[in-house]
């Protein structure tokens, strides 16, 4: 069985960073693409950062480019995401998903398996 579990959501204040971790289990790693997605109460899932090995690429939503980076580290089987200059308008839920193809489209409906959510709070 795929799983995937997030961890290192919390509270920050604005301006501040955070790292959240996404473990994978279940499947080869290193051939998986990622993404980082996120839901604010209220709304729709949006994408968030993408990590390509079919293509070899990174992918980010505008509103994160230049303070968010995703990484992957395939002798943990892990995937990052590193968030800094955090804004209040960043919180909500943040889920890590994966996808065995050889494209990767950055939307919902794209990805195959998804991990349970991680919370991440900014305050102002």
């Known amino acids: 069985q795929v799983q995937l579990v997030e961890s290192g959501g919390g509270l920050v204040q604005a301006g501040g960073s955070l790292r959240l971790s996404c473990a994978v289990s279940?499947?080869?790693?290193?051939?998986?693409?990622m993404g980082w997605f996120r839901q604010a109460p209220g709304k729709e899932r949006e994408f968030v950062a993408a990590d390509s090995w079919s293509v070899r690429s990174t992918y980010y939503a505008d509103s994160v480019k230049g303070r968010f980076t995703i990484s992957r580290d395939n002798a943990k089987n892990t995937v990052y995401l590193q968030m800094n200059s955090l804004k209040p308008e960043d919180t909500a839920v943040y889920s890590c998903a994966a996808v065995w193809r050889e494209d990767l489209i950055p939307r919902p409906t794209h990805f195959d398996y998804w991990g349970q959510g991680t919370q991440v709070t900014v305050s102002s």
């Open positions: 279940g499947r080869t790693f290193s051939s998986a693409n």
